[in-house]
């Protein structure tokens, strides 16, 4: 069997001490999680993360910095996945932008009011993106090289 780990973006946005959480449906359970999708094909990680924001919350992103790299195993899916997690910014939502399907509502929430949810944070990737961004952790975008042969 070959292991693939499943590749994908996310977003730690904050404003005024609040970040920008997505509150989504997935296998009939309500969850929160930062604005985060899959790579695809042909995409550059920076392109899939902008595309990720705009479609969970209608805010496009700026990037910013790469916050880190996080390996996240499922053992009993026998699954991982390869978050690449940006910091940035956004802009107001675009008018008449609806939101993907999976997506209930956007919230803007303190770092409190997530630990408060821990049970219903999607992943410990949520809060381990957010810590790091707190904690300062800022690699240079310029760390991200797309090659083609």
Request: glycine share 8%; aromatic share 2%.
């Given at each position: 069997m070959i292991w693939k780990p499943h590749v994908t973006?996310?977003?730690?946005?904050?404003?005024?001490?609040r970040f920008l959480l997505v509150e989504e449906q997935i296998d009939?359970?309500?969850?929160?999680?930062?604005?985060?999708?899959?790579?695809?094909?042909?995409?550059?990680?920076?392109?899939?993360?902008?595309?990720?924001?705009?479609?969970e919350t209608a805010c496009p992103f700026h990037p910013e910095a790469l916050l880190g790299t996080y390996l996240y195993k499922l053992t009993k899916k026998q699954c991982s996945f390869l978050r690449f997690c940006f910091s940035g910014n956004v802009d107001e939502p675009t008018a008449g932008r609806s939101l993907d399907k999976e997506i209930i509502a956007t919230h803007w929430l303190t770092l409190d009011q997530i630990q408060a949810q821990n049970s219903r944070l999607r992943s410990p990737m949520v809060l381990q993106c957010i810590n790091d961004y707190l904690q300062g952790t800022r690699l240079p975008l310029t760390c991200l090289h797309d090659l083609e042969a």
């Open positions: 973006v996310a977003a730690v946005i904050e404003n005024n001490d009939g359970t309500t969850v929160f999680n930062q604005p985060a999708g899959h790579l695809e094909q042909g995409e550059s990680l920076l392109d899939a993360v902008k595309r990720e924001v705009l479609e």
